[in-house]
């Protein structure tokens, strides 16, 4: 298993969900998608647990989420344990020191997240009760 991150897994769940990861930085980019038929193909990336403008792609069949920040007690959170859709929120990469710190992170920690994540072939791993993993599929 060739495990590219981990983080704090929103809720514990035996199904695995395999897709390309897709940033997603505005409201214009997550309704692109869902206009485009394809939602269904992607994990969706994005900033922070609070990313409300996410919520239309949450109800037309969002498969998995990662985010960069946030955590499962999050409206986010809460809402991919509604729709039972796997999430792995505050993602560290594997074998990178930088973590995430509320107010204190850099915006290069997100650009480095992105880069190293968004277009990428994974498998959201959510059965642990509090860290999932993002593998490579």
């Avoid at 960069?68 to 929120?89: D, K, T, V, W, Y």
């Avoid at 020191?97 to 509320?102: M, N």
């Amino acid at each position: 298993m060739n495990i590219l991150a981990d983080g704090l897994n929103a809720f514990t769940t035996k199904k695995q969900v395999t897709g390309v990861v897709k940033y997603l930085a505005e409201p214009k980019a997550v309704i692109s998608l869902i206009v485009s038929g394809k939602l269904k193909d992607y994990i969706l990336l994005v900033r922070g647990g609070t990313t409300t403008f996410l919520a239309p792609a949450l109800s037309k069949g969002a498969i998995g989420i990662i985010t960069m920040s946030g955590a499962p007690e999050s409206h986010l959170g809460i809402l991919s344990r509604e729709f039972q859709i796997p999430c792995i929120m505050t993602v560290n990469l594997a074998g990178s020191a930088d973590k995430y710190i509320v107010g204190e992170t850099p915006d290069s920690y997100f650009e480095n997240v992105v880069k190293q994540l968004d277009g990428k072939r994974v498998t959201l791993v959510c059965d642990d009760r509090t860290t999932g993993k993002v593998v490579a599929a």
